[in-house]
């Protein structure tokens, strides 16, 4: 045996363990009392940047409710919102293509706002997501303008950013 663990012993002899003596009636029937409770203050987090919207570089066109360039329920968007007979550009409605879309793995879902810029002035600004596009196409949007309108295009290099702070839009929908 070591001088160490001999000193350890004989300075700290083991203990022996003895039962717990039954608490007197007393203590036993004491009922609890409210403790207050301290909790650390929060402390100030350092300033960090927001966190930045992530932006997608698509191609767009412009579309009209006509059959020709729909399906055969023009009217109707994908989301079963209906589309007046005298829709005009400045409704703001837009389709996306499939692979944007949450239900085929985007980031992006009907009723959700979205700003568009790079095409001109007159139709570059916030639209709502109602509709979808063939699945032959992919990273690109598709204006809803009126069948009057005399808009055509087609536009690379357009920029498209989801708006956080609004809530979806609910389809609009009429029963016939």
Known sequence: MSIALFLL????????????????????QLSPRPVALLLPRPVALAHHTPRRLTSYRVTATVYSAKASQTDSEPFVTADNSRISRHHTSKRR???????????????????DSVRVKGISPELDGVYVIHDTMNRRL??????LVGRHEKIYGKWDDVTIKKIEDTPPVLPEWQAS
Do not use: C, E, Y
Request: hydrophobic residues 50%; aromatic residues 14%.
């Open 9 to 28: 012993t004989f300075l700290f002899p083991p203990r022996v363990v003895m039962q717990p003596a039954a608490l007197p009636s007393t203590v036993a």
């Open 138 to 143: 992919h990273r690109t949007i598709d204006l």
């Open 93 to 111: 409605w837009m389709a996306l293509s499939r692979d944007m879309l949450k239900n085929w793995g985007g980031k992006f879902d009907f009723g």
